[in-house]
């Protein structure tokens, strides 16, 4: 029986960091198990895409959001197959203060044994999106270990 039947990568508003390290999961590395991969934001006013900045750097890794739009994370979503991985430890604490049952709440460095936060890109230019992305692969890829090596356990 597997641990997690989903993983929802969670951010502010779902528009930059989160569908990032989703979509480098998604294309990017092989799962030993079946694993449903979201993004959803904390704050989500209105359905946009994702931000063009975010955008031009998975292009330019051979990867797309393009069809990515903007979800706040519903009550429902969460059950306790579902690992939610925040991007900042303060969304970790919002998430248990505004979520009934949320138990597999980790942020990203954390869960994979590493420190500190993703930096949050509001404002930031083209290039810190680039080194966000390097961030997250390096984050993503460390997830992506855990969880086969949690498989290969049972």
Not at 99 to 124: I, R
Not at 129 to 151: A, H, Q
């Amino acid at each position: 029986m597997k641990k997690f039947e989903k993983v929802i990568f969670l951010d502010a508003d779902d528009t930059a960091r989160a569908p990032m390290a989703a979509e480098i999961m998604r294309q990017q590395f092989l799962l030993s198990e079946d694993l449903k991969i979201l993004s959803r934001g904390l704050v989500v006013l209105f359905p946009e895409p994702v931000n063009p900045k975010a955008e031009a750097i998975l292009v330019s890794q051979g990867l797309t959001a393009k069809d990515h739009t903007a979800k706040q994370l519903t009550q429902e979503e969460i059950t306790a197959k579902t690992l939610i991985l925040t991007m900042e430890d303060s969304q970790k604490d919002r998430v248990w203060s505004t979520y009934s049952d949320a138990g597999n709440v980790y942020t990203l460095t954390e869960y994979v044994g590493a420190k500190g936060d993703v930096v949050p890109l509001y404002g930031e230019p083209l290039t810190s999106y680039g080194k966000c992305f390097e961030v997250l692969e390096i984050l993503v890829g460390g997830l992506v270990t855990r969880i086969n090596e949690d498989e290969l356990k049972k």
